[in-house]
Nanobody, 119 residues
Framework: QVQLVESGGGLVQTGGSLRLSCAVS????????MAWFRQAPGKEREFVGR????????YYINSAKDRFTISRNNAKNTVFLQMNSLKPEDTAVYFC????????????WGQGTQVTVSS
C-alpha cells in the first residue's frame, strides 16, 4: 500500500506561482512513477505530468510544459509540482498519484488539493 497526501494549494492571482507537495509513505521501494492530475469543475480528470521515481525523467502535457515542473526528493519521499505563470484555466483540484513497478495504471491517489487562480 502507498499513502499520498497533497498540500500547498490555495488562491493565487493570474501570473502567480504555487508549489504543490505530495508526501509519499508506505511501499515506496516499489514505486515506478509519480504523476499529477487535475480536475476542474464539471470536467474529467486530466493528466498533467509524471516523473520516474528512480530515474527522475519527466513528461508533461503541452499546456504545462513551459510553466510546470515536477521534481522529487527521494530521501524525503516527496514529489513537487511547481506551477508558474498560472492562468484561470489552471483552476482545479490537483491530485498526485503513484504507480508501482509492473503496474499499467496509477493505483494510489491522494485526496487532492484545491488550486484557484483568480483573474
Amino acid at each position: 500500500q502507498v499513502q499520498l497526501v497533497e498540500s500547498g494549494g490555495g488562491l493565487v492571482q493570474t501570473g502567480g506561482s504555487l508549489r504543490l507537495s505530495c508526501a509519499v509513505s508506505g511501499r515506496t521501494l516499489n514505486l515506478s512513477a509519480m504523476a499529477w492530475f487535475r480536475q476542474a469543475p464539471g470536467k474529467e480528470r486530466e493528466f498533467v505530468g509524471r516523473i520516474g521515481w528512480k530515474v527522475g525523467n519527466t513528461y508533461y502535457i503541452n499546456s504545462a510544459k513551459d510553466r510546470f515542473t515536477i521534481s522529487r526528493n527521494n530521501a524525503k519521499n516527496t514529489v513537487f509540482l511547481q506551477m508558474n505563470s498560472l492562468k484561470p484555466e489552471d483552476t482545479a483540484v490537483y491530485f498526485c498519484a503513484a504507480g508501482l513497478v509492473g503496474a499499467t495504471k496509477y493505483d494510489y491517489w491522494g485526496q487532492g488539493t484545491q488550486v484557484t487562480v483568480s483573474s
